[in-house]
């Protein structure tokens, strides 16, 4: 399990994937989160900027991701 501390309210889906090098570039990470393949609280999340806060976690290809 991976554990992201946020620093600030919250951080956008796509700028974590980008921050965590899961995603290459801003238009990859578009890429996995339209393809369905994010699931945010044991569901697809659809929405790219979707705001991630404390307690979230996140799948994505086997990885877990633990908002803290």
């Known amino acids: 399990m991976i554990e992201f501390k946020l620093s600030g309210e919250y951080i956008?889906?796509?700028?974590?994937?980008?921050y965590l090098r899961i995603a290459e570039s801003g238009g990859h990470a578009k890429m996995l989160v339209d393809d369905g393949m994010v699931l945010r609280n044991g569901e697809i999340e659809f929405r790219r900027r979707a705001?991630?806060?404390?307690?979230?976690?996140?799948?994505?290809?086997g990885k877990e991701i633990k908002i803290v």
């Open 12 to 18: 956008e889906l796509i700028s974590l994937l980008k």
């Open 51 to 61: 705001k991630l806060r404390t307690g979230d976690v996140l799948l994505f290809q």
